[in-house]
């Protein structure tokens, strides 16, 4: 949790994304693939975009 929340942090204040840092970690602190480690960040990024999307339809709908 502390790895993901300093990942925010820094994705919010110097506009960087989240894998830039994400994905390092998970190769060197986790021993993942790098393969495996951009498909989580991937998956990530999709669950946000879509939970985002659902929000805003539902909004559009009210």
Request: charge should be positive; glycine fraction near 12%; aromatic fraction near 16%.
């Amino acid at each position: 949790m502390l790895i993901g929340f300093l990942a925010g942090m820094v994705s919010g204040f110097f506009s960087a994304g989240g894998g830039l840092l994400l994905v390092p970690y998970l190769t060197s602190g986790v021993k993942m693939e790098e393969v495996r480690a951009r498909a989580t960040t991937i998956f990530c990024i999709f669950v946000m975009v879509f939970t985002s999307r659902m929000f805003l339809f539902w909004r559009k709908l009210h």
